[in-house]
């Protein structure tokens, strides 16, 4: 926010030749002018910090929701294990993106690929960030390790889950990060020369560098290590491992529903910038017109999963149904500041769709992912980006991306096929970037023997073998607890 300039020297002639002393009144007035107008200025910096701050919260929020979606969706008998890992993605994570996942992603001045200052959040706070931007970010990051760690639970030797979280956060997702969000990133939509296509990359809040990112790196470690034990049988068919809570699966999908509404209208970083001044439309309309699209898309998914599952399978799922409103969330979260509410319900219509015919892929070729994580943030945000090349509006691009009057807009809504083409170079190249870091990585791990548990490990259960007992107490004697754990 701008200050208001008082000039003494402009002011004193008002008073007229019968004043006495006008200077040193016009000094008075326009001193206390300016004090004034000094803590507007401070009340805009201090609410719009307020702002992010509790976006910051709510996104961090959805880690416990990420838990107890972990929780309900994995046998009884790794429950502690995979609420460790969600544990250790915040902490582990914390760390290495403090020392240079930050850096990385948001180090400017820097070149288009990668930052290079705030290492360790030396020189902060700056004119450019406070702490706060830094607490969002970090919330981001652990997010896309959380969904990794959904793709390959139940198997998976804990030491890969600190070595792929901390290299995740801390180098893989902050580059992804740099290129699409940061001002000096080859691709980020808020440059002010040189736009890809003449538009950049409109992710608003990650659909591709979030959630994308997460699921790809799933992908691949669930890939190398292969399929649990008993998810197929000798004849390839497809077994039910069904999660032991479906309670702990809902719980997790409300608490990630409300950390969305950080995540998404969060992104704007700022709620006090009016569009024309004495208005009652704002950003802060913007704000709320994001949160809108986004219940919309989860909603209209969680419905389009429901019958359309009830026709395939006979029955009305509640597990298929809270992924369902998940992937309506992932695809929409691109585009959500820049689309009619009209156009979130063809989003999450089509993101149940995409989710489905994943989940059908992922039998065929006997690929195992407990959460359907690669699927869902994956699948559901490859379509996000492409669905915003399609749908974001002109008025709204303009609005959330002010500067470039000409810049294109979504196909459908006449605004060319420059934003689109922006759209499929991201999705190439997310792909291309996690494969050439996170594939090599699990590969690796698969080589030394650190990725996969054995197999006695395995049938036991990693609650016992691994972390000491169940999660739950069954009964009190411990001399059963081998046979508990066969039987879960």
Request: proline share 3%; charged share 10%.
């Amino acid at each position: 926010m701008a200050s208001s300039i008082c000039s003494a020297e402009q002011l004193a002639p008002l008073f007229g030749h019968n004043i006495t002393n006008a200077a040193a009144a016009a000094d008075y007035i326009c001193g206390q002018f300016s004090a004034v107008s000094d803590r507007f200025v401070d009340t805009s910096y201090a609410v719009d910090s307020t702002y992010i701050l509790f976006s910051a919260y709510l996104v961090f929020a959805m880690q416990l929701g990420f838990a107890m979606l972990c929780a309900g969706s994995v046998r009884a008998k790794n429950t502690m294990n995979i609420m460790l890992t969600n544990v250790l993605d915040a902490a582990a994570g914390g760390i290495f993106y403090y020392l240079f996942g930050f850096a990385f992603a948001f180090g400017a001045p820097s070149n288009g690929f990668i930052g290079k200052h705030f290492f360790g959040l030396n020189e902060m706070p700056s004119s450019l960030f406070d702490y706060s931007f830094f607490l969002y970010q970090w919330a981001f990051a652990i997010a896309a390790a959380g969904i990794t760690s959904g793709s390959i639970a139940e198997r998976t030797q804990f030491v890969a889950y600190l070595i792929y979280s901390s290299f995740l956060t801390g180098f893989v997702y902050p580059v992804v990060s740099h290129w699409f969000w940061s001002s000096d990133g080859w691709a980020s939509a808020g440059k002010t020369e040189n736009l890809l296509f003449g538009s950049g990359v409109i992710d608003f809040a990650g659909s591709g560098v979030v959630h994308m990112v997460g699921g790809i790196a799933g992908l691949y470690g669930a890939l190398i290590e292969g399929p649990r034990i008993g998810r197929f049988d000798h004849e390839g068919r497809a077994v039910a491992l069904r999660g032991h809570s479906a309670s702990l699966v809902v719980l997790g999908t409300f608490l990630l529903w409300f950390g969305w509404y950080g995540f998404n209208p969060g992104s704007f970083f700022k709620i006090l910038s009016p569009y024309k001044s004495g208005e009652y439309y704002g950003q802060w309309s913007a704000v709320g017109r994001t949160a809108v699209t986004t219940t919309l898309a989860g909603c209209t998914a969680a419905l389009t999963t429901l019958f359309v599952k009830r026709v395939i399978s006979g029955h009305w799922v509640v597990t298929d149904v809270c992924n369902g409103l998940l992937g309506g969330f992932a695809a929409i979260t691109s585009g959500c500041s820049v689309v009619e509410p009209w156009a979130a319900v063809i989003c999450g219509f089509v993101a149940a769709l995409v989710l489905i015919g994943c989940n059908k892929l992922a039998q065929k070729v006997k690929y195992d992912d407990p959460l359907e994580a690669a699927q869902l943030h994956g699948g559901c945000g490859a379509w996000g980006i492409i669905f915003t090349g399609l749908f974001a509006t002109k008025k709204y691009v303009n609005e959330v991306y002010p500067g470039q009057p000409s810049r294109p807009y979504g196909l459908f809504m006449g605004g060319g096929y420059g934003l689109l083409a922006a759209h499929i170079i991201q999705i190439v190249v997310i792909i291309g970037w996690v494969s050439l870091t996170m594939g090599p990585l699990f590969y690796i791990l698969h080589k030394l023997n650190l990725l996969r548990i054995s197999p006695d490990d395995e049938m036991s259960g990693m609650d016992l073998t691994r972390h000491g007992g169940f999660a739950y107490a069954y009964e009190d004697d411990p001399q059963n607890h081998t046979k508990m754990g066969e039987q879960i």
